[in-house]
């Protein structure tokens, strides 16, 4: 995978969770980088959080690294705020940079309390065993109850030369950001000044993490982060804005992707298109219901060309729209038209439904303009069995 410039990487095992896998990492750019975050808007929120937010906003939005733990999530603690202090003073010293330009970000269970000693005792070595070509091992030392690391890069090729974008993410469960346990970390050597950074991650971040979910929980401490250090030399003109940020969206649109088809239990990648709506937020709306619905989630599961779900979960989006103007389709059949059963070989639909990529296309007939692309999966027994017994 080709990274972008001027980044190292390094992961390390500081017995946060049980089991010897690494949880702790360091991402650290080797000169000052625009930074910009969106993060969980759950009303419970990690101490890592907020400590990142406060320092985005007092560097003006410029960081040299990202510090991350998995296996306690630092929320909902006596110490919290405390331990995330301590972890960033830390890498703050060992790496000279001043201490707001460390970015803290936790996953893990909420409500256990955190030894910050496991963390500053183990980043003297996780700051010796930085490299440019630890990319992979960081992507793993994040993950949770994740079956896999989720990674994706991307070139652009810009008036003044090449830019290169890599991100990393991690999610199974918990997952409907709103900005779950879910963390993103996307890198790029672009020279992007902070402001603009922080309207391309929004934007981006609207038609990717917002469009994904797995089981309808917002996390307490959702953080994706983005930083451009500018190591390739190239800056991007107007024109090549717009090339970057739909390459930025399409990289991101491809990690959401990937949390949803790695879905606690799941066994499909399910996306939903919703069309004709009045607006744009009214197809979101009606996605996400139909995505979060647990009626429709083990229809899928099943193979079950339930139909009549669909239609009751679009109809609890609290969106207007008349069901007589509705058609629905399943893996490109179409089974319900204007509100009522179509015709359809069940036997034959079944079987595609059986596929590990399901489609559901909600259409709205009468000229609405707002449509919206969402992704999300099925619900098995398993996402029961692996959610009963987290903690212990």
């Known amino acids: 995978m ?15 969770r049980k089991g010897g896998q690494d949880d702790l990492a360091l991402i650290v750019s080797d000169a000052p980088a625009s930074a910009a975050g969106v993060f969980t808007q759950n009303r419970v929120q990690a101490a890592p959080v907020k400590l990142c937010k406060a320092h985005l906003k007092l560097s003006r939005g410029v960081a040299r690294a990202i510090l991350v733990n998995a296996g306690n999530a630092n929320c909902a603690t006596r110490t919290g705020d405390r331990v995330a202090r301590a972890a960033c003073r830390a890498a703050a010293r060992l ?4 201490m707001t330009q460390v970015l803290p970000a936790s996953t893990g269970v909420i409500g256990v309390e955190l030894d910050a000693a496991l963390i500053t005792e183990a980043l003297p070595r996780l700051v010796t065993a930085l490299s440019a070509g630890e990319f992979d091992a960081v992507s793993r030392a994040i993950l949770t109850t994740d079956t896999r690391p989720k990674m994706a890069a991307a070139e652009v090729a810009i008036g003044k030369g090449v830019v290169r974008i ?3 993410t991690k999610g199974a ?3 409907q950001p709103l900005m779950a346990t879910t963390l993103g970390f996307v890198l790029t050597d672009a020279a992007i000044a902070p402001a603009p950074l922080r309207g391309m991650l929004r934007e ?3 038609h990717s993490y917002h469009r994904m979910s797995v089981d309808g929980d917002t996390s307490t401490n959702d953080t994706v982060l983005l930083l451009a250090n500018g190591a390739s030399g190239a800056r991007l003109s107007a024109k090549d804005r717009d090339l970057f940020l739909d390459a930025l969206a399409h990289l991101m649109q491809d990690l959401a992707r990937q949390i949803a088809r790695d879905g606690e239990g799941a066994g499909k990648l399910v996306t939903i298109q919703v069309e004709g709506a009045r607006t744009r937020e009214d197809a979101v709306r009606i996605a996400r219901a139909i995505a979060n619905s647990p009626l429709v989630k083990t229809a899928i599961a ?3 060309p339930n139909w009549g779900r669909v239609m009751m979960a679009a109809g609890n989006a609290g969106v207007a729209f008349d069901p007589r103007r509705v058609d629905v389709h399943l893996q490109g059949t179409r089974v319900c038209r204007a509100g009522l059963a179509a015709p359809f070989d069940e036997d034959r639909l079944k079987a595609k439904l059986d596929e590990k990529d399901v489609t559901i296309r909600f259409l709205i007939r009468g000229g609405g303009q707002g449509q919206a692309r969402f992704w999300t999966c099925d619900l098995t027994e398993e996402y029961i069995r692996i959610n009963a017994s987290y903690r212990t």
């Open 2 to 16: 080709i990274l972008p410039l001027g980044f190292r990487y390094a992961s390390t095992y500081a017995g946060i």
């Open 95 to 98: 790496c000279k940079i001043p």
């Open 166 to 168: 890599a991100g990393m």
């Open 173 to 175: 469960g918990m997952i």
């Open 204 to 206: 981006a971040a609207e």
């Open 302 to 304: 099943g193979a079950d």
